[in-house]
Structure formats: structure tokens, C-alpha cells
Nanobody
Framework: VQLQASGGGLVQAGGSLRLSCKFS????????MGWFRQAPGKQRELVAT???????TYADSVKGRFTISRDNAKGTMYLQMSSLKPEDTAVYYC??????????WGQGTLVTVSS
């Protein structure tokens, strides 16, 4: 399995970005997908997840501002981020899990939110 994250960049507070994660090497529909992030000096934290059937979960800090989705036909997961805050600055990683037996990580994409 390979995961290729993209879409990060520099944005002003209040702005929006959309991250993408392209999945390859296996059957995308079978995997539980998620976005994590790691800010400088902090531990990696869960941002949002989307199951193979489309059920979503969110960290409290991003509820109402971020939307996770997946396009099974394209093998791609997205994270639409709105009302961005400086504290959202981090490297964002996509994650794929199969039956809690296999976990894969993408290379990360940097999101910087200026105040």
C-alpha cells in the first residue's frame, strides 16, 4: 500500500484548504482511512476518520470546520479544512488501516496557518 498526500500550503487564518490522499497498491474500499496531524513539539493526533462505508468521526478541535470524505472510485480520501486557525498548523498525515491488522502512513503534507 502506498499513500500520497497533497494539498498542503500556507493560508491565512480563516481560510480554507483541501488535502488529498491518493491510495494505491490494494483495494481501497476495504480500508478504514484517516487523517492525523503533528504540530512542532507535539505528539501526532487524530484529526478525522472515514470508514469504508463512509461513517465519519472528528476530533473535537475540528468539528464543524473540517470535513473528511472518500471517493472509492478514485481511491482517494479528502480533508476539506475551513475556518483555519493558527493552531491547525501541522504536518498532516493520511493513514490506512485494514481490520486493525495493517496500518500504513503517507509522507505528510505541511499546513501552515498564519495569524
Amino acid at each position: 500500500v502506498q499513500l500520497q498526500a497533497s494539498g498542503g500550503g500556507l493560508v491565512q487564518a480563516g481560510g480554507s484548504l483541501r488535502l488529498s490522499c491518493k491510495f494505491s497498491g490494494s483495494i481501497f474500499n476495504a480500508y478504514h482511512m484517516g487523517w492525523f496531524r503533528q504540530a512542532p513539539g507535539k505528539q501526532r493526533e487524530l484529526v478525522a476518520t472515514v470508514s469504508s462505508s463512509g461513517t465519519t468521526t472528528y476530533a473535537d478541535s475540528v468539528k464543524g470546520r473540517f470535513t473528511i470524505s472518500r471517493d472509492n472510485a478514485k481511491g482517494t480520501m479528502y480533508l476539506q479544512m475551513s475556518s483555519l486557525k493558527p493552531e491547525d498548523t501541522a504536518v498532516y498525515y493520511c493513514n490506512a488501516q485494514y481490520l486493525q491488522l495493517q496500518t500504513y502512513w503517507g509522507q505528510g503534507t505541511l499546513v501552515t496557518v498564519s495569524s
